[in-house]
């Protein structure tokens, strides 16, 4: 008997340049964002941040409100309008927290929205990415009053981004953020304003994304609009679904050692992740399947070219015989088979189970109705 996993996590994780070719196997349909593709939308949630006399309290982010020198207004319609206000030297912050931290596994993340600012606006912050630890602002955009109205990039460098800002304008902003390549991209009407660095060697504890107004009020008042923003995730991770019981592939016991059994299992969202994966394209129509809890790879035991030899995970080589290789064919209808490198043959649920803990093994591809040797691509959320 197999031990069952203590956790169904997710499966894998895929490259864009396998998704877009290789693995046009039925990849789930995903929400474009505006720039670029392989986007999936993230709810924004979190909460209204206001700050007055060093004091931060929250307030929903569905309701206006007036509170301690501080004022934010929801309007239905325009792309669900927010409008925040500081009205007295009482506050010096209202922004929306989106309270989503993202690190290094998370995959990449993208902020979208458009900004209006208003005369009043003086060196506040209108949006900002956060950085957990000792790391505070990864990068901020600011509102000045000179040139008619600037938005200007006040962190890691200072760019005068767009001028004549208070002349009804609204300015779309696009901030892209590879947390693992400690890389950041910013665009203004969709053109690349600035990239470079996160400056991440300060950031343990992730990121975060505020938006809204944040810094001494200098006038009497000053307000900013947005409207129409998004968070988009793009995750590389996927999960492998069996075609023909709809469980996921699996690392038995969510364990982290060579020579862990791969089993099916019934896939759940939750950590550790056994049952996530990354596809890495590594040449000539192949691929290595890399566990995301273990970072180790789907493997052919002991480079068997037999029919039902048992299929571990173990750690990548990239030395022959290649029994940790795959190449990934599409069959249509959203399916695919994935075959060994070093023996040609499938991986295989054994005996066409449809039951949790059921073994993953190879055999020779069989094309016929059981459809155990077939398998659904599925990018993680």
């Known amino acids: 008997m197999k031990t069952p996993p203590c956790f169904i996590p997710k499966t ?46 929250q307030h929903d982010v569905n309701t206006s409100f007036t509170f301690n020198g501080a004022r934010y207004t929801t309007v239905n319609g325009d792309g669900a309008l927010k409008r925040f206000e500081l009205i007295s030297t009482a506050s010096n912050r209202v922004e929306h927290d989106s309270d989503y931290h993202y690190d290094n596994v ?86 690349l304003a600035w990239e470079g660095a996160d400056s991440g060697s300060g950031y343990t504890g992730g990121y975060n994304i ?75 129509g192949y691929s290595r399947i890399m566990c995301r809890n273990g970072g180790k790879a789907v493997n052919v035991n002991g480079a068997s070219l037999a029919d039902g030899a048992d299929v571990i995970q173990w750690t990548y080589t990239s030395s022959s015989p290649s029994n940790d290789e795959w190449r990934v064919i599409d069959i249509g209808g959203g399916f695919c088979r994935i075959l060994n490198r070093n023996s040609g043959k499938a991986l295989n649920v054994e005996g066409v189970s449809m039951l949790d803990g059921a073994d993953v093994i190879q055999w020779t591809y069989s094309n016929n109705s059981s459809r155990n040797d077939e398998w659904q691509i599925i990018n993680v959320p």
């Open 12 to 57: 894998s994780k895929t490259h864009l340049t396998l998704l877009a070719g290789v693995l046009a196997v039925g990849v789930a349909t995903t929400a474009q964002a505006q720039l670029g593709s392989g986007w999936r939308q993230r709810a924004i949630e979190g909460y209204i941040d206001v700050q007055s006399s060093g004091n931060h309290t």
């Open 106 to 191: 998370s995959g990449k993340t993208q902020f979208e929205g458009e900004v209006q600012i208003f005369p009043g606006v003086s060196q506040q912050s209108v949006v900002q990415v956060f950085g957990g630890g000792a790391g505070g602002p990864a990068l901020m955009i600011k509102g000045y009053g000179r040139n008619n109205g600037s938005l200007v990039l006040t962190k890691n460098t200072s760019v005068d981004l767009i001028t004549d800002c208070f002349s009804g304008k609204w300015v779309k902003i696009n901030i892209i953020h590879d947390v693992s390549a400690h890389h950041m991209e910013l665009y203004i009407n969709g053109a």
């Open 210 to 284: 505020k938006y809204g107004l944040y810094g001494s009020l200098t006038a009497a008042s000053a307000k900013v609009e947005w409207r129409n923003v998004k968070i988009w995730r793009h995750s590389n991770f996927v999960r492998i679904m069996a075609r023909h019981s709809g469980k996921a592939l699996n690392v038995s016991g969510a364990s982290t050692a060579d020579g862990a059994d791969i089993i099916q299992w019934t896939y759940t969202s939750a950590t550790p992740r056994n049952d996530e994966w990354e596809i890495i394209n590594v040449g000539t």
